[in-house]
Nanobody, 115 residues
């Protein structure tokens, strides 16, 4: 059974930083795609950042230059370094991983940025 567990959320003032981590049960090398999504109340989850098995990254325009996604195959983790945080970055952040046709989600971690 594949499990993804997020950690690192919290409350931070605007301009501050947080680092989110997503730990996977077993090797993350199985995942062809891993990403971080944000969900605001009443809205759909939107992709914030992703990283492929070859290390190619992709970012939403709103976070480019501020967020960095990385994967550590040895530790089976995917991290999201968030700098220069803004109030609009507030939301529940979910880790996602894909193995073939299957998509797996973590339970989410709350990030709140105060102005």
């Amino acid at each position: 059974q594949v499990q993804l567990v997020e950690s690192g959320g919290g409350l931070v003032q605007a301009g501050g930083s947080l680092r989110l981590s997503c730990g996977a049960s077993g090797s993350i090398r199985r995942f062809s795609f891993m990403g971080w999504y944000r969900q605001d109340p009443g809205k759909q989850r939107e992709l914030v950042a992703s990283i492929g098995s070859t290390g190619i990254t992709n970012y939403a325009d709103s976070v480019k230059g501020r967020f960095t996604i990385s994967r550590d195959n040895a530790k089976n983790t995917v991290s999201l370094q968030m700098n220069s945080l803004k109030p609009e970055d507030t939301g529940v952040y979910y880790c996602n991983g894909q193995i073939g046709p299957h998509s797996y989600w973590g339970q989410g971690t709350q990030v709140t940025v105060s102005s």
